[in-house]
């Protein structure tokens, strides 16, 4: 079974400042996506990297493969209250198949 | 557009009862995922068909677990008999065939075991 670890697993921050999640694994991923989750909510898809090294912008958010794509870290900068959320990695194995392998999950809460 | 449907949201039984979660898919999707959250164990993929056949269920804990998708617009997820260890919350995801990738969550459904 693949893991994925995040890190850190809990983030408090002021708003305004910046911050970095990552996403590691020993093994290596075709894929690897980032979701958000809020409470009472389903994960939602934020940005899907393909590429070994892929960098992608989403506003304030920058998301990294790894070169070797068996890691990946999201990028906040400025954050905002309503950044708040459970942020999640998922991988597709190389294998094929449509199987999502989901990270440990990084609880962020950003305060005024 | 309506996204995926899930029923109930909330579920609280005795152990030992049946419990059946269902879920509605997107329009058109030709894939459908079961998963399970828990604080302990994240985000686990139980299950997921693609054209109402299952595909790989090897994520389905044990014989007490069954799920089925008559067809494309319906699915069901059954634990019987139900443990407390089944509290969780579960949540039912669709994709489409071109966008596979892309998957869309429902709200989930939070099942509690007494």
């Known amino acids: 079974t693949q893991l994925l670890e995040q890190s850190p697993q809990f983030l408090s921050i002021q708003e305004g400042e910046n911050l970095t999640v990552y996403c590691n694994s020993s093994?290596?991923?075709?894929?690897l996506q980032w979701y958000r989750q809020e409470p009472g909510e389903g994960p939602v898809l934020l940005v899907t990297?393909?590429?070994?090294?892929e960098v992608k912008k989403l506003k304030r958010l920058t998301f990294q493969f790894g070169d070797a794509r068996k890691d990946s870290s999201l990028h906040i900068t400025a954050a905002q209250t309503g950044d708040t959320g459970l942020y999640l990695c998922a991988a597709r194995s190389t294998g094929g198949g449509n199987k999502l392998t989901f990270g440990t999950g990084t609880q962020l809460k950003v305060e005024l | 557009d309506a996204g995926v449907i899930q029923s109930p949201r909330h579920e609280v039984t005795e152990m030992g009862q049946e419990v059946t979660l269902r879920c509605k898919p997107i329009s058109g999707h030709d894939y459908l995922f079961w998963y399970r959250q828990t604080m302990m164990r994240g985000l686990e993929l139980l299950i997921y068909f693609n054209n109402n056949v299952p595909i790989d269920d090897s994520g389905m804990p044990e014989d007490r677990f069954s799920a089925k998708m008559p067809n494309a617009s319906f699915s069901t997820l059954k634990i019987q008999p139900s443990e407390p260890r089944d509290s969780a919350v579960y949540f039912c995801?669709?994709?489409?065939?071109?966008?596979?990738?892309?998957?869309?969550f429902g709200p989930g459904t939070r099942l509690l075991v007494l």
């Open positions: 995801a669709s994709s489409s065939q071109s966008r596979r990738e892309t998957q869309y």
């Open positions: 093994s290596v991923f075709s894929s």
């Open positions: 990297v393909v590429t070994g090294g």
